[in-house]
Each structure stands twice: as structure tokens, then as C-alpha cells.
């Protein structure tokens, strides 16, 4: 393929993805630590470890590290572009909310620790770019606690570390130590009922709109959707390596209004920027009452980050996940597919498409994980079922919907 | 300045450290961070927090995360020239033992949990690499296993995000929690005895001799020792911002022999490159058995990392610290000083001299410190003493030795 020449298919092939420096499977990353013990209970979301923290066999620690991944780059070319501070607000929930939806995801709903890891470029990145991940770090934690979630600010470690970051790295650690009978372990079975949660729209405890992009994906999302002038202007916000004509090789500018059809909502105060840096829901004042009230009847809880649409598959076992019902795909996900040319099929592999919590339930209990959700004004609906497959390992999502029917196994 | 015109001055300066992007002091992160809640215990060496993990008031949590900074960026160097992957190992002993001797300062000696945050350009960083720096942290955590320290292996998050990272970043998050009255905090009083131990040497749980580096003032070091050569070869290795000729401006290849002097060790089995990549010495043993047997005649404990031989300026009320018996600068630190001209009194502010860890001791208990180190063949010297000074905001350090004599405040 010479430099200029586009790819025609699948633009999120893995060919791709690889040349923009993504391990779409992060098969090296799992080779890598295939040795390293899995944790008291291997079919948890989270690692789930013995009780270092107070040597009680009746308790259960978790320690978690995630972070706002290329979203950062994106928040970076945004406020040189616009003199807007909030979005760095906005990446600090980012690697917040990946962590502590994946604990949640486990039982660990709070008390919770939290500590900071920020590396940054101090030519570009200044002191009140600092502040504002401070700021907006300490805000978050507030609005948690008004919600009902205690999780205290360990502090954490800023480095002037030029050398290694481009721009900036912004990644959290969080610990929770929860009582073992407290853990959450997956164990879906035939017949259960999938309840899906919107990631996009405004929760109660929003500010603006959320287009739904989560942080996953952002390499791909970012490079197909904003144009190519930012190659020239923020040429430290990617990688130099990487092949030109798969650097911002889309349509918009970070400031661009967004483009809507019939039945979109009002997205006119956002810009394309914003859109995609949408800070990342929380689905835990949500998981916090679901434990309270309605863990009899629960499954399953997948939080669908890397991978999509398919990450339930490393929690089933001889099980077929029939997703008919997801939610529309909202306009960020329309609009990157448009931009990038990708397959359906790869989009629902990628990024989660309008829903980024999976409840498997109880079928009589679905209708009460729905109403649940709408406390806080998060759109939620039972979206598919599941059945049995012949053998253990032929477990598969089969996604069908208005783009198509597509199997993932 | 022009481009090709050396500073004639200090090349620690303030000024040159900035334009390398390293801040000296740190101030602008002190700034974001002031108004954050300080902890149960200023004075201790960590942040203490109420037991989030327990609940119980009787105990303290801390939540420590620490990175290897850009001592990966010249492990990544080593790696590129001479296929060495052993250097990897020890990076991710580099960014354990930051936090690991942070924390035992502050009396948590383990059980301890660590989790790995890594990010990676996926261009350059293969699994191979990540391997090395997995196995290598499970290595180092049998080893102080085998030496009484528990440490349990929490997970971790590898990132795959060449758009922020040049090469490979790598920091860890270490839990611990304890009792309250073992948390150890530091009270200084005049009539001290400063006890130091020894960087340098051959500890009884290392492979090698350890030059004496630690993970701290590697930006100045890197480029002050080696070739120009890198420049060209390993453009990946560091900010292009940055002047030119404050970009690998020293005298050194990678795999030079280390020039050596009457008195010192042998050192013909490593090279530059090496000798500058030394792990990180942890003194966790030892620290466990000051707990065990020494506590009370403990009056303070530093970890001299950032800030060199003046840390302990954080931990005075009214006190001035005489340090008059340091140990002779190693090899190492010789190099690096006649490398960049850096004055003497530059050198002691940034880096450790040869001395990592200062016990500040009851007189009559000094040589019982010196005689425990010597258990690990660590050598440790009493260093100086520490008496009143007139206000209490007018607390110091001096140092004297064979190169002059220093104030700090």
C-alpha cells in the first residue's frame, strides 16, 4: 500500500489498528501475563485478591490501574485549539470511571482509595493544566459522595518525564477491600435476560450531553473523524511513526457543529470535540442500589470497554449471548462509522455503540433493572437473551440489529 | 543563548533543568496540589489515610504510586543496542522500589499490594519487553519474599498508546495498610545521630554491583554522560523539543568500560550503560528490622530521592541537619559531575552521592544501625548530626566534605 492509498476494507482491520500502534486483541498483553495467578475468583471482572490489606479470610481485596488512554491526546489538541481547561476536567473522570466501573462491576462499590499516576511533557502540558485534572479529579469525588459513593484521594505522583510523554498520561489506581461474600462473580446461565444501560444522553447527575464514547477506541475514533490540518499543528499529539494517511485523516474540526439527522437530539451547544470527549459515565450510584436491591437476581455484569460489544465472551462459559435489541446507534458512533468507512462489524467489536453497562438478569427481574436506571435518568432496555450452545468452548454474541446480524466468538 | 553555545555556569541550574523539562522543585505540582488534604500525619514520609480499606480506627491506609521515570527511556537504549533484555527487569525494579522504600519510611514494611500501570508505543515495544519487565517484577517480589517482606502481585493495566508514549513508561501503585501506631513518623529533634547507607556496593540480594543511581535526576544523567551518537540513533528516546545540545552532550557510548581511579571496586564486568541502569537498592529488609528492634530510638527516616541530600528539608521544623561524614562519592556520581561540569553543590541537590537512605537516631543507638545494615553487607556510616536552629522556619542542611561545604534551606 503506498502512503497515499486509502485501505478499502475494514478500516479497523487488525492490519490497521496494528499500524496505529493498537493491539486491537491485546493478544501480546495477555501472553505476557498468561502465568500470573488469576485471582481467588477467575470469572470476577476484576482481579480478586486474599486480604493483604487485613489477613481476614473472610475478605477480599481489589487493586485496579486503567487509564484515559489516546483520549488525553485528543483533550490535549482540543485545549490548545480552544483555551477550554474543562476537558482536562473530563479526562480525569476518564480514567477514573475505567477503573471504578470495572470494581463495581465486581461488587466494590465503595468505600474505595484512588491514587493518581500523571506523566507529562513540561514544555506543553503547564500548571494549570495540573490543576485542572487536580480540580476536576477532587469535583468528581464530591459529586460521588453527594450520590452516596465514598471513595477517598490517596494523593498520587506527577512526573516532568519529557523524554517518555509526548504530551501528557493521565492513569489512576484504585483499592477496595470488600468482604469475599460481598464479591460479585459472573456466572451467566442459558435463559437469562440481557438489560443493556445507554452510555450516551444526560444522567441526573450530568452536565451536558453525553455523546457515549467511553475511552476505548480513541486511537481509531480520533485519527478517523478530525482533519488533517492538526497533523501539521499538533504533530506531538501522535505518533510520527505512523503511517501519514493514517494520521486525522477525517472530515472535521474539533470545533465543527455536529451533524444530525431526523430524531437526533439538540447537540448544538457541543462541537465535534466534545463530543467525543464526552467525559466517561458512571454507571456506580447505579451498581450501588443494584447490590442493595436486586443481587438475587443477578447474573452477570459486563462492562463493555475494550473489545465492545464482544468483552462478555472472556466471561462465558458454553453460552450464546443474543443481542437483538441494543439501542440505536447514537450520532458519535453514526458519525465515526460514516467518517472511517468501517463494517458494522468492526464497529460493535470496537467501541460500545450506545451501551456500555451489561446486566444479565433474571428475566422477571428485567423490568426492575430497567426502572432502576431511570432514578437517574439513564436510558436503560432488555436487549437480548441467552441460550446454551453445544460445548463449552463454542460460546459466541451474536449482535443483530438494523446493520446486520454479525457472530463473535 | 544560541543553539550551539553551552551554558558556562551550573548546568543544574534551574534553567537548564527546565529546558530539559524537569522541574527542580517541583513547585508547580506543590502549587496544584496545596490545597489537597495533607493526611492523618504530615510529618510521615507518605500520605496516611483513615482506613478506607477497614474502617476501623485503630489503623491507616496509604495509597503510594510511583513511575520509573526516564530511566526507561536509556533502559530502552541499552535494549536497542546490545539485546539485553535483563535492564528491563530492571525498570520494573526501579518503579517498585520508589514506592516500596517510600512507604517502609512511613513504617509500612508489608504485607504490601503493587499494581503496574505500563504504557507502551507498540511500534517499538514488543511483547518480548513486556515480558521481561512482567517476569521481572515477579523475580524481585520472590526475592523479598525470601527475605521476610510479602508483597502480593495485584494485576495491572498494560496501554498500548504510541500517540502519547515515545517508547515504554512504567509505574507502579503499592497498597498498604496498618495499625496506627505503627505508622512511623518522622520527628526530628537536635542531638540526633544522622546514620546513612550506602547506594553503591553489592547488597547480599543483588547480582551485581549497584552503581548507586536510584530513579532520580536520570534526565540530567543520560544526557550528560552519553554520546551525541544517540541523537540520531534513538531520536525516540527524547523530547525534540528540547535544545540540542542538551541532548546526549556526554562523552560515553552505551557500552564503554567505566574509567576508574585508585580505590575503586572492580568494575570490569559492566559498562556505562549499565552502571547508570543499576536497579534501584531497596532497603526494605533492613527497614523491617529497624521496626522489629530499633523503633525506639528512631527519630526519622528519608528516602533521598527527588531532592537529593536536601529531602530531609521537608521533614524540619527548626532543625539543621550537619551531614559531614557522607560517603566519598562513587564512581558513578564522579562520572557524572566531570561529565557536566555540574558543580558539586548542584550534585548534592539532585542526587543521592551515594547514600539513598538516613536514619536520624538516639546517639547511644547509631552503631547498632551501622551494625544491622552490615547484616546485608550494606555499608552504613554515621554521617553527622543534627542540633537547633533559632526559628523554626529557618531549619537546614549543610553539607561538608572533600568538595566543600554546602548550605541547603
Keep these: 500500500m503506498t502512503p497515499t492509498q486509502k485501505p478499502q476494507q475494514d478500516p479497523l482491520s487488525a492490519d490497521r489498528y496494528d499500524q496505529r500502534g493498537v493491539s486491537a486483541s491485546k493478544s501480546e498483553v495477555h501472553d505476557a501475563i498468561r502465568h500470573l495467578d488469576k485471582g481467588l475468583f477467575p470469572n470476577a471482572f476484576c482481579k480478586i485478591l486474599p486480604?493483604?490489606?487485613g489477613g481476614d479470610p473472610d475478605f477480599a481485596n481489589i487493586l485496579h490501574a486503567d487509564t484515559a488512554g489516546t483520549k488525553t491526546s485528543l483533550a490535549y489538541c482540543y485545549w490548545r485549539e480552544t483555551g477550554n481547561l474543562d476537558v482536562w476536567a473530563g479526562i480525569a473522570q476518564d480514567a477514573l470511571v475505567m477503573n471504578l466501573d470495572d470494581m463495581a462491576c465486581a461488587g466494590a462499590t465503595g468505600p474505595l482509595l484512588i491514587s493518581s499516576t500523571i506523566g507529562r511533557n513540561k514544555h506543553l502540558i503547564p500548571g494549570e493544566v495540573l490543576a485542572?485534572?487536580?480540580?476536576?479529579?477532587?469535583?468528581?469525588?464530591?459529586?460521588?459522595?453527594?450520590?452516596?459513593?465514598?471513595?477517598?484521594?490517596?494523593?498520587?505522583?506527577?512526573?516532568?518525564?519529557?523524554?517518555?510523554?509526548?504530551?501528557?498520561?493521565?492513569?489512576?489506581?484504585?483499592?477496595?477491600?470488600?468482604?469475599?461474600?460481598?464479591?460479585?462473580?459472573?456466572?451467566?446461565?442459558?435463559?437469562?435476560?440481557?438489560v443493556v444501560l445507554s452510555s450516551s444522553g444526560q444522567a441526573s447527575y450530568e452536565a451536558h450531553y453525553n455523546g457515549g464514547m467511553g475511552s476505548n477506541g480513541l486511537t481509531s475514533a480520533?485519527?478517523?473523524?478530525?482533519?488533517?490540518?492538526?497533523?501539521?499543528?499538533?504533530?506531538?499529539?501522535?505518533?510520527?511513526?505512523?503511517?501519514?494517511?493514517?494520521?486525522?485523516?477525517?472530515?472535521?474540526?474539533?470545533?465543527d457543529p455536529v451533524p444530525t439527522q431526523a430524531g437526533d437530539p439538540d447537540l448544538s451547544k457541543l462541537d465535534m470535540g466534545r463530543l467525543v470527549l464526552s467525559p466517561t459515565r458512571t454507571y456506580l450510584p447505579f451498581l450501588r442500589e443494584v447490590f442493595q436491591h436486586l443481587?438475587?437476581?443477578?447474573?452477570?455484569?459486563?462492562?463493555?470497554?475494550?473489545?465492545?460489544q464482544t468483552k462478555v465472551l472472556h466471561f462465558l462459559q458454553g453460552i450464546r449471548v443474543v443481542k437483538e435489541n441494543l439501542f440505536p446507534a447514537p450520532p458519535l458512533f453514526r458519525?465515526?462509522?460514516?467518517?472511517?468507512?468501517?463494517?458494522?462489524?468492526?464497529?460493535y467489536r470496537v467501541f460500545n455503540m450506545g451501551q456500555r453497562l451489561e446486566c444479565y438478569v433474571e428475566p422477571q427481574a428485567a423490568e426492575d433493572f430497567v426502572q432502576l436506571a431511570s432514578r437517574w435518568n439513564i436510558e436503560a432496555r432488555i436487549a437480548g437473551y441467552t441460550d446454551a450452545v453445544a460445548t463449552s468452548d463454542a460460546s459466541e454474541v451474536l449482535v443483530k440489529g438494523a446493520y446486520g446480524e454479525f457472530v463473535y466468538r
Excluded: C
Design 295 to 308: 443481587r438475587p437476581a443477578l447474573q452477570g455484569l459486563i462492562h463493555t470497554t475494550g473489545g465492545g
Design 51 to 53: 486480604d493483604a490489606a
Design 222 to 255: 480520533r485519527h478517523d473523524l478530525f482533519h488533517a490540518v492538526y497533523r501539521q499543528k499538533y504533530p506531538e499529539s501522535y505518533d510520527p511513526a505512523t503511517q501519514t494517511d493514517l494520521v486525522y485523516s477525517g472530515p472535521y474540526r474539533l470545533t
Design 132 to 194: 485542572a485534572l487536580i480540580n476536576g479529579t477532587t469535583a468528581f469525588l464530591d459529586q460521588m459522595s453527594d450520590l452516596g459513593v465514598v471513595i477517598h484521594h490517596g494523593g498520587g505522583e506527577t512526573a516532568d518525564v519529557g523524554d517518555i510523554v509526548r504530551t501528557a498520561d493521565v492513569g489512576f489506581t484504585a483499592f477496595a477491600r470488600l468482604r469475599r461474600d460481598r464479591v460479585f462473580v459472573n456466572a451467566i446461565k442459558p435463559g437469562a435476560a440481557l
Design 335 to 347: 458519525l465515526i462509522q460514516k467518517a472511517s468507512g468501517t463494517p458494522w462489524h468492526a464497529m
